[in-house]
């Protein structure tokens, strides 16, 4: 008697499964598909703008870079309107471009996009 291959076992047994799987299944709490707007650190504030900023925002703000994503599996696989913002966790405040690299430790000419802005890891996958 000759064994029998999986392959030749796999059309009845998925038939099978399909008809014994339950008629109505849900997925909770799990996120498949993200998206929204987040910031990313650039780096700290100048301290001879730190108090300035700070009053009209938080203690503990921070330079970021600011977009809106979308993604898979908390991938992103594509970002746009970037921008360069202060920041407290999820909290965004927006500056004008122009006052914004005063205000960073950093050389205007310095403050650059995020590398996973510009090439989202999901799409580099």
């Known amino acids: 008697m ?3 291959a999986f392959w030749k ?3 009845p047994l998925l038939a099978l499964f ?4 339950p008629a109505r299944a849900e997925a909770r709490g799990v996120m498949l598909i993200t998206h929204g707007e987040t910031a990313k650190d650039l780096g700290e504030i100048a301290p001879a703008m730190k108090q300035e900023i700070e009053d009209g925002t938080e203690s503990g703000a921070q330079m970021g870079y600011c977009y809106k994503y979308f993604g898979l599996f908390y991938l992103d696989l594509w970002t746009w309107a970037g921008r360069p913002c202060v920041h407290k966790g999820d909290t965004i405040w ?3 471009e122009e006052v914004q690299a005063s205000y960073a430790k950093i050389a205007p000419d310095q403050l650059k996009k ?7 890891e999901g799409l580099c996958i």
Do not use: N, T
């Not at 399909?18 to 799987?21: M, P, Q, R, S, Y």
């Not at 995020?114 to 989202?120: E, I, R, W």
């Open 18 to 21: 399909c008809l014994l799987a």
């Open 9 to 11: 076992l796999a059309g």
């Open 114 to 120: 995020p590398f996973f802005y510009s090439y989202p």
């Open 2 to 4: 000759k064994p029998i």
């Open 94 to 96: 927006d500056l004008p």
